[in-house]
Structure formats: C-alpha cells, structure tokens
C-alpha cells in the first residue's frame, strides 16, 4: 500500500452564490478549482466529481455521483469508486478552497502518518471541523462509507457529519499567518474577502 490520491468535490449547487458555477470562479485570477488541483499536484490519480471545464489545464479523472445532486458523501464515493484500492491516502477537499496550499496538504498527510487515526483534518478558529479539506486513510473512508450505505439504504443525502462519526479523526490546527487553507467560498461576501486577501 502506498501513494496519494485526491477527490475534488465540485458538483454542489451554490444556491447561496445564485448557483453559480464555484469551481470556475476565479481568485486572483485563477479558478478555485485549479488552485485546489494546484495543491495536491503530487496526487495521482486526481478525481473531479462534478463538472470541468473544457479549457481546465491539468489532467484529471471525472466522475459524477449517481443521481445527481445526492451531496457530498454521494460524491465522495463516486470519487473514491476511481482510487484504485492500492492507494494509502486520499485527499477529500471541496473545489472552493482558494488558498489550499500543498504545504496544508502535507501538515495533513504527515499528521495521518503519525497518528493512530483514519483521517485528519482542519479545526477552524471557531472549533468547527472542516471536514472537506481532510486526508484520509483510503480503506477506511471507502469502509466508512460503505457501512453509512448499509445503515441508511443508500448515501442520497447523507449529511457528512454522519460519515465523520463513522471514523476516528486527528483535529488539526492552521498556526501560519495569512488566510486558513480551508476557507471556502460559499457566498458572494466570501468570494470578495478571498480577493482582498489574495491581494
């Protein structure tokens, strides 16, 4: 067992941004969703669940969960359904991360890979668990999965919190100056924060 993968969440509907496409909006320039691919450049393969754009510049795999619409664990597994089973790591992030850096990709990796833990991710100043900007054990998030299938009937639905309980997780805290690398724009008033801050 070894190597990294990454699953990019961009199918959400953005209904607080008018359902803008997220992943294409841009911070300093460039999509949200090549800063994040940006990121976990290192990550093969990367998984995009959702849409691309044509003109995306780097290659990735792209899947879509089953319906669509069926939320964030929904497509996590639909992502995690192309990381061949060899893959030690995943990345779970959302594609609305403008300022994910590799380095918070490692922070993550690193405490993962020191800890007895299947997965770790950030504790926001506030004390929320960002839980789609985390690094997985990859057996254990595709059995997590699978058991909250089981439970519920299927994963339509399915609130994130319920995957979290399904697994032990290391909180990590972002110590470094500047802008959290899980900041997520989710409205209008994030999106221009984010430029401010990029600037």
Not at 25 to 50: F, K, N
Not at 59 to 67: G, S
Not at 141 to 150: Q, S, Y
């Amino acid at each position: 067992m070894g190597g990294f993968a990454a699953v990019v969440l961009a199918g959400g509907a953005a209904r607080r941004m008018g359902g803008a496409d997220k992943p294409t909006l841009a911070v300093a320039g460039q999509p949200m969703l090549t800063r994040v691919l940006a990121a976990v450049h290192g990550a093969d393969p990367r998984v995009v669940v959702g849409r691309v754009p044509a003109d995306l510049p780097v290659p990735v795999h792209v899947t879509r969960e089953e319906p669509p619409g069926g939320g964030p664990v929904a497509a996590a597994a639909a992502g995690l359904a192309l990381v061949p089973e060899t893959i030690a790591y995943t990345a779970l992030l959302a594609a609305d991360l403008p300022f994910l850096t590799g380095e918070a990709i490692d922070v993550l990796r690193l405490t993962l890979e020191s800890a007895a833990m299947e997965g770790a991710v950030y504790r926001d100043t506030d004390g929320r668990l960002q839980i789609l900007c985390g690094v997985w054990k990859t057996a254990a998030l595709r059995a997590a999965i699978d058991r909250l299938a089981t439970k519920r009937g299927g994963l339509h639905g399915a609130p994130v919190r319920d995957l979290i309980a399904e697994l032990r997780v290391a909180e990590v805290s972002w110590r470094r100056p500047g802008p959290p690398p899980w900041f997520d724009c989710d409205t209008d008033d994030d999106l221009r924060a984010a430029e401010e801050w990029a600037r």
